[in-house]
């Protein structure tokens, strides 16, 4: 399992989008201020995510609760994996608390499940549906 996101859920996309693209000046991989998912090269194997937090709150069908109330996502840690069914099953049979079952989300473009650990944090495996090739971090001089 790789981490291969950290992903902010976000209240003020546009507001965030600046602040990382134009105040960080993290270069932009994906995405730009009115796509409401943006992706940033933080110089690692690990990419730096921002999501309009309302779409995490419609894919997990939690979107009609009170955003204001803790069961509203504001982070989700998200593992790559070879395999989302096999990984999924294995952590279910180890106690995982599974919030979604391994499903095809197309728009995405990947494979996902979503679990909460102990404290309740959002944990997302995913595999693209489509291969693609991440690059390697550079060596650290």
């Known amino acids: 399992?790789?981490?291969?996101?950290?992903?902010?859920?976000?209240?003020?996309?546009?507001?965030?989008?600046?602040?990382?693209?134009?105040?960080l000046r993290l270069p932009v991989l994906w995405g730009d201020e009115a796509?409401?998912?943006?992706?940033?090269?933080?110089?690692?194997?690990?990419?730096?995510?921002i999501n309009q937090r309302e779409v995490m709150a419609e894919a997990l069908e939690t979107d009609t609760a009170d955003p204001e109330l803790p069961h509203q996502d504001r982070?989700?840690?998200?593992?790559?994996?070879e395999d989302v069914?096999?990984?999924?099953?294995?952590?279910?049979?180890?106690?995982?608390r599974q919030v979604r079952a391994?499903?095809?989300w197309t728009a995405w473009g990947v494979r996902a499940a979503h679990f909460r650990d102990p404290d309740g944090y959002l944990l997302?495996?995913?595999?693209?549906?489509?291969?693609?090739?991440?690059p390697s971090p550079p060596p650290i001089p």
């Open 1 to 23: 399992m790789r981490c291969s996101y950290i992903r902010l859920l976000v209240n003020d996309y546009e507001a965030c989008f600046h602040f990382y693209a134009d105040i």
């Open 35 to 49: 796509s409401r998912y943006a992706e940033f090269d933080v110089e690692s194997g690990t990419r730096l995510a």
């Open 75 to 81: 982070l989700a840690v998200v593992f790559q994996v």
């Open 85 to 96: 069914d096999t990984t999924a099953a294995k952590l279910v049979a180890d106690g995982a």
């Open 102 to 104: 391994p499903y095809d």
């Open 124 to 134: 997302e495996i995913n595999h693209p549906l489509i291969p693609i090739e991440i």
